[in-house]
C-alpha cells in the first residue's frame, strides 16, 4: 500500500497526533512548561505552513491543466 504524503501532511488527524507525541516526550523528560508551549506552538505552525504550500501546490498544478 503506497502512502499518499500529501494528504498525510495536511491532514489535521496527522498534525494532531504528531503534536501529542512531541507533548508526551516533552513531558517523559521534564521539560518546563513554557518550552512545551512555545515546542507546540512551533509544530502546529509548520503543519499550518505544510498544509498551505501543498494546497498552493495543487491549485497551481490544476490551473497549468
Known amino acids: 500500500m503506497k502512502i499518499n504524503w500529501k494528504h498525510k501532511f495536511t491532514s489535521r488527524k496527522f498534525w494532531a497526533a504528531v ?27 509548520i503543519g499550518l505552513l505544510a498544509a498551505y504550500i501543498v494546497g498552493e501546490g495543487f491549485v497551481d498544478s490544476n490551473r497549468d491543466n
Do not use: P
Open 19 to 45: 503534536t501529542g507525541v512531541i507533548i508526551a516526550l516533552l513531558a517523559v523528560f521534564n521539560v518546563d512548561d513554557l518550552t512545551s508551549e512555545k515546542v507546540v506552538t512551533l509544530v502546529a505552525a
